[in-house]
């Protein structure tokens, strides 16, 4: 079922609001994608551009939370660099699966704020060894809940701050 931008997801602020709801767009693309058995090429260009976008969504909020000086940034960011590690993870077993080796550009510099045995759980465990085509769903809607599960929870606790600012607070 494709996700639906709710006016309850807004953290009051127009950039973020708007790269969710790109998200959330880009997350429908995948799941999209995937149901699309007859074109691999087409899944892996979405997963790519998701894990990309998501990175520069989380840049952007970073950088918005330092200037309006949000308390919990620093927890924050470390969720950010935890989900992007997460879908690093996935991309990796989805190129497993679907026999390319395509890497996200910038995926070699997420790890240097990441633990070595972090990253190893993550990216060196025997799912990644046995993965196979079945595994593609349920490795999509982890993703799709890491990422939902951030917007809808942590991001909402942003808004008292941000409706503070003006909506085009940047």
Do not use: C
């Not at 994608?33 to 909020?61: P, Q």
């Not at 993703?143 to 917007?151: A, F, G, N, P, Q």
């Amino acid at each position: 079922m494709a996700l639906v931008w709710r006016e309850q997801m807004s953290v009051g602020n127009n950039i973020i609001d708007t790269e969710h709801r790109y998200l959330i767009d880009q997350i429908n693309a995948v799941e999209l994608a995937l149901n699309s058995t007859e074109n691999h090429d087409m899944l892996v260009e979405t997963l790519n551009h998701l894990v990309e976008y998501t990175k520069t969504h989380f840049d952007h909020e970073e950088q918005i939370q330092l200037k309006f000086k949000f308390p919990d940034h620093e927890k924050h960011k470390k969720q950010h660099l935890r989900i992007m590690t997460e879908l690093y993870s996935i991309k990796q077993k989805l190129d497993k699966i679907l026999g390319t080796d395509q890497t996200a550009a910038g995926e070699e510099n997420q790890s240097e704020e990441v633990t070595d045995s972090e990253l190893n759980m993550l990216l060196e465990d025997d799912i990644v060894n046995s993965a196979d085509e079945k595994d593609l769903a349920p490795l999509v809607a982890l993703m799709r809940s890491w990422i939902l599960d951030h917007m809808l929870g942590t991001d909402l606790t942003m808004k008292p701050y941000l409706k503070k600012m003006s909506p085009d607070f940047n």
